[in-house]
């Protein structure tokens, strides 16, 4: 299995910084991390992305975010992190941290995606 442990969410004010850790750690050898991102959910809404860090260096970012968040990534740690700057109420969310990992098996190359357990993000006067 991977595990991801995210920190730094947290209260902040409009106009903010926050800065959002994910670590992954794997229980079985054979797997491999690949593309790590970021995703949030409000209550009543769906799940959207926030920003992806591909295994061979490509970012994403969400339209409402690409000016003002920063995914890096830390491949010797297997970490990945989310600066977010200027923060405004609307990005008050959970934020949960997904990895892509890889499994290589006597079948071939499993595919398995992985969720941290979200780390709450409020920004508010």
């Known amino acids: 299995q991977v595990h991801l442990v995210e920190s730094g969410g947290g209260l902040v004010q409009p106009g903010g910084s926050l800065r959002l850790s994910c670590a992954a750690s794997?229980?079985?050898?054979?797997?491999?991390?690949?593309?790590m991102g970021w995703y949030r959910q409000a209550p009543g809404k769906q799940r959207e992305l926030v920003a992806t860090?591909?295994?061979?260096?490509?970012?994403n970012y969400s339209d409402d975010v690409k000016s003002r968040f920063t995914i890096s990534r830390d491949n010797a740690k297997n970490t990945v992190y989310l600066q977010m700057n200027n923060l405004k109420p609307e990005d008050t969310a959970v934020y949960y941290c997904?990895?892509?990992?890889?499994?290589?098996?006597?079948?071939?190359?499993?595919?398995?995606?992985?969720w941290g357990q979200g780390t709450q993000v409020t920004v508010s006067s």
């Open positions: 997904h990895a892509d990992a890889k499994l290589a098996t006597l079948r071939g190359i499993m595919t398995r995606d992985y």
């Open positions: 860090f591909t295994s061979d260096g490509n970012t």
């Open positions: 794997r229980s079985e050898s054979g797997f491999s991390i690949n593309d």
